[in-house]
């Protein structure tokens, strides 16, 4: 049998003590199936003290991740620190420049400085692998850089932050408010005090920037993306698109389109019978189109120590057994800049919750606005009485689902009937992904 | 960049054919993250002249698979005659011996000389690949092989069979009997003339086997599985499991228990919140319960030219990147006899549908059979008068659902029953199977 694998493994929160557990528990199997041993020989983190509950003792500590990464006890780097500049760029750049395979969770240093990355692993032979920084668990990347090797993709599409997942699924099925969902997932340590990164869709719109290079084989581009949170859903649109047939999901959708490649970030209404939308609490999961496989979806925990040790562990096992995959599929060099399909040009479905003045007329006129610009409605609900949901001083809610229309027809139908004073207050509108 | 990947197709129906179309449409991509051409050099199957719809021009083409296996004109064989005996395992031998790495869907063949033909491909250093032999498109085997690698799997569970699917989905949402329904897919070509194969379980058992193998690291054992079909499933057992907020679907599961590794394939009554409860029609959906990930489902085709065909070209694929993974995740020699946990032994919970005689006191006599034995029930529901469902002169429908109890011990409640005098019919029974 060949010589141990050393790991050198750099961040020992939750994930890095649960790999620690993970190579230690499975270490038999992970022999057999790689038909190497695979041994932690370098260790780095903030706090040398800590316990973490793991027996660390047979590994050497390094103050600096930079010097662990390049050192010569080790074989993969394993980059657990996080964020998208300085030591964890430093140290993942040093491992690679070394000559060492690199594993990382780290989705903003990828998204950020992937392609990069990925140009200094290919140029040393060395793998560069992050299963574990999209949908944690769930074996995603390798599905799309291998799996559907046979594929062209047309959508990538999924719930990528159990944040948020978390947080709309409450709101739903215990009828809460938005803050007081927030609160909740605060105070169980699924979201963070500082929750915008989650909520406001940016950390979906890293992960989505992965998936989108990995499926349509495009250099990343985070500015393409058009992001928007879960702020401004309230229980009502929740309950509205309950009764329409819809749940409201956060998605990141990738697709293929006339004109270029769309990412987007956003609410999205689902069709209550779609595998997507049975997707309930902290749970990921990401569907595919693609020409051949037709739809294929995984489902599975998007966070976790141990879900994101999984992805992490068989990263590490794939290099044991002397897999080199390119880290996005293709050469670096061939990752072709995507054409920017604009949000204005997006079609699909919307659903509307206006705020209605009730008087004579109202809803005829808001029907009008949307026909002169084309725009099919696939239904009208209007309520005379106001729903449980406080509406201003002689409003109503009126919901309208749309048929497929373009995104500035929309915004322009809208502004018309701000303009024509029908409304009390910003139009509400969530974007329809269908099957 | 290396020579040309040689493949040798041996059987072109709508599966090889779309094997060649596809390799044919996604050649520059392959390349690219292959860094190797693939292309097809020698065919064979039984008509030479049939027309169909690709171009074979450049390829030789052979009367024998067999010849063309150990032909020196290819570097991988590719398997698509189906049948467990005679020519496909002749063919696949030959390519083995000759050093060739093979890809097959032929879950028949490896059922049933699996373990031989692995032991062939490790003596040899070649690849063995059949992602394409469970669940058509879902990449099952990759996911349980390599991206699980991290794991210690508990379970592994899943709706296998697309034909039995379809037939109960169809009973279910169009309110038809078995009998209909399997007439129906038969026309539309989803069952075969003779439908034993996958009505009676015998197509989900040779999944399943290959499936078990992955899991847990055991050598294949067909014998082990209990295999019982969907025939006798009633429109009256699905509106009942609607009410009492269940679906029946034909699952293959495969489970570790403290008295061994259970191996079934039966119709099971799965909650209609759970992830496998949504999956309709023809499509194939796995659920796997491991320590570190918890729980992963896969959704996608199980069947199908094109899904069958995109498994086929990824294993093509990794084998031209170089990837030699052991055909079961490890070496054959390690692959253990797994102890055989009886069905008697099974732990679960019961659907039980009764036609009873409608005399004063007869269900509180079978509540008691039921109690003698400690099995707790979860619900009970006799109706009074007879359903939409013909029940014998005199009988009116019960039923009943128990917490978990051994099946040996449900069975002995039902002998009881029957033997009271209280039933006019055979009692049907689904086992319950939870997330």
Known sequence: MPSALRIGLAGLGTVGAAVVRLLDRQAEALTSRTAREIVVTGVSARDPARDRGVDLSAAKWFDDPVVLARSGDIDIFVELIGGAESVALASVEAALFAGKSCVTANKALLATHGMRLAGIAEEKGVALS???????????????????????????????????NYILSRMETEKLSFAECLEEAQRLGYAEADPTFDIGGFDTAHKLAILTSLAFGTAINTQAIAVEGIQSITLADLEAADELGYRVKLLGVARRTEDGIEQRVHPTMVPKTSSIAQVMGVTNAVTIDADAVHELTLVGPGAGGEAT?????????????????????????????????????????????????????????????????????????????????AEPQGAVPVILITYATHEATIRAALEAVVADGFVALAPQFIRIERE
Chains 1, 2 share one sequence.
């Open 130 to 164: 992050f299963e574990a920084s999209v949908a944690g668990g769930i074996p995603i990347i390798k599905t799309l850089r291998e799996g559907l090797a046979g594929n062209s993709i047309e959508r990538v599409y999924g719930i990528l932050n159990g944040t948020c």
């Open 309 to 389: 040790a999984s992805a992490i562990v068989a990263d590490i096992a794939d290099i044991a057994r002397g897999v080199r995959s390119k880290p996005f599929g293709l050469p670096v060099g061939e990752l072709v800049k995507a054409e920017i399909a604009p949000m204005q040009l997006h079609l699909g479905g919307y659903y509307v919750r206006l705020s209605v003045f009730d008087r004579p007329g109202a809803a005829a006129a808001i029907a009008t606005r949307f026909a002169e610009r084309d725009i099919s409605l696939e239904s009208i609900v209007q309520r005379r009485r106001p729903g449980v949901h």
